[in-house]
């Protein structure tokens, strides 16, 4: 005899959830708080271009983070990694005062804090998609918009603090903070029970298309991260998505400059066409969660984004290559790409291979975009900005067609027409 699983708590609070996980990603966008240091630090007689190291280490820590925490998830559970992850953060703040050199603050806060950081962050996106397996790209989409927020309002608030306490008093009182308040999210944190359901909502019936491979249910299983590796879809995306990743990492390492040099505006106009360039970043998640749910699925919806790049970048490009009004609506567009890739990856993965093993998967995927770092950030200062705006728009182009053909394959391999 099946016995029924109340889940009207859950149903209740699991927008609550999607707030607190918000609250929780305040640790994620403290460290990118960092250039608020780069001045008390100078005046401590450290070299800044040792400092801003730390940077280019944490874009490191993501696949191991990740993979721990995963693998901690998937064997303890979600609780347990926010507590291990917010201890770890808040201690590592702490070490950090103590040390004497820049090269002490680059091993403790861009690497260990990122490391417990991206333990974390995959919990965070996991309970979101588990919570609303209804609504799973509109709740990632607010969740990564929440994230968007926070980050912009974490660096003045951290610049605000340096100026009234001292910079190593400020990163302890700053780790205490986040850290503590993920250790406590770490024991009420609500988990969605298994096989959850929200009420009168019912798992949509799939077209099926080959019995002997379709799955019960849904049609999802909880696939094993090594098991993930040999399916060609998975390839498929993490190939496609090293084409945005060229894009964006060619634009955020070298934006103040291609913007000057294309357009004949100052750094400072620059600088807030990038805080345009992130504004739409975070806030896009939402409507395109929306659409992916509501109409083209999540890598139809990715793909699209990347072709409406594609597209900008031949109108700004064909036009000259120095149209203001013009680069903006590639900003934009961009920046909508971006907000797709963050919103609609946690979701392909969790329908596509479950739940359980989500942030080992999660994070062998996340490192498409430091692949992609290397490819990106050096095209854009070795060519022109024109050229590599050309050599981006292919690379999305050929991105977009692979994600989009993977839809398919996704499908034949699940036996189901689920995306």
Do not use: H
């Amino acid at each position: 005899m099946n016995s029924v699983v109340d889940t009207s708590r859950v149903d209740k609070l699991r927008w609550v959830m999607v707030m607190a996980m918000i609250l929780v990603g305040m640790t994620s966008a403290y460290l990118n708080a960092i250039s608020a240091y780069i001045g008390p630090f100078m005046e401590k007689g450290w070299d800044p271009t040792i400092v801003v190291v730390a940077f280019s280490v944490m874009t490191f820590m993501s696949l191991p983070g990740s993979i721990v925490g995963g693998a901690v998830k998937a064997k303890f559970g979600n609780k347990l990694v926010l507590k291990l992850g917010g201890l770890g953060f808040a201690l590592t703040c702490v070490a950090t005062t103590f040390v004497t050199g820049p090269w002490g603050y680059v091993v403790l806060m861009g690497g260990v804090a990122p490391f417990f950081v991206y333990c974390v962050y995959v919990v965070q996106m996991a309970n979101v998609g588990e919570l609303f397996p209804d609504k799973r790209g509109m709740a990632t989409g607010i969740f990564v918009a929440g994230i968007a927020v926070a980050s912009a309002l974490v660096l003045p608030l951290t610049e605000w603090m340096t100026r009234n306490m001292d910079a190593m008093m400020t990163i302890a009182v700053s780790g205490i903070v986040y850290g503590g308040f993920t250790l406590l999210m770490g024991f009420i944190m609500i988990d969605a029970p298994a096989n959850y359901k929200p009420k009168g909502w019912e798992p949509k019936e799939y077209e099926i298309l080959d019995e002997s491979v379709a799955a019960e249910g849904t049609g999802v299983v909880d696939l094993k991260w090594n098991k993930v590796l040999m399916k060609p879809s998975f390839w498929m995306i993490f190939i496609g998505s090293v084409g945005l990743g060229i894009m964006s990492s060619g634009l955020y390492s070298n934006f103040i400059g291609m913007a000057s040099n294309l357009l004949s505006i100052s750094d400072a106009k620059a600088a807030w066409l990038y805080s345009l360039f992130t504004l739409v970043t975070g806030a896009s998640g939402i409507v395109i969660g929306l659409v992916s749910d509501k109409l083209t699925g999540p890598t139809k919806a990715l793909a699209l984004a990347f072709v409406l790049t594609t597209a900008a970048i031949a109108l700004f490009c064909g036009a000259g290559g120095n149209s203001l009004p013009l680069y903006i609506v590639f900003l934009v567009v961009a920046g909508i790409a971006m907000g797709s890739i963050q919103t609609l990856t946690p979701p392909i993965i969790m329908n596509a291979w479950g739940n359980k093993y989500f942030g080992i998967t999660y994070g062998i995927m996340l490192t498409s975009m430091t692949v992609a770092s290397f490819i990106g950030a050096q095209f854009s200062v070795r060519y022109s900005p024109v050229t590599f705006l050309w050599i981006a728009a292919a690379c999305l182009l050929a991105g977009g067609v692979l994600i989009f053909l993977a839809t398919f394959v996704l499908n034949k391999e699940l036996g189901k027409k689920i995306f």
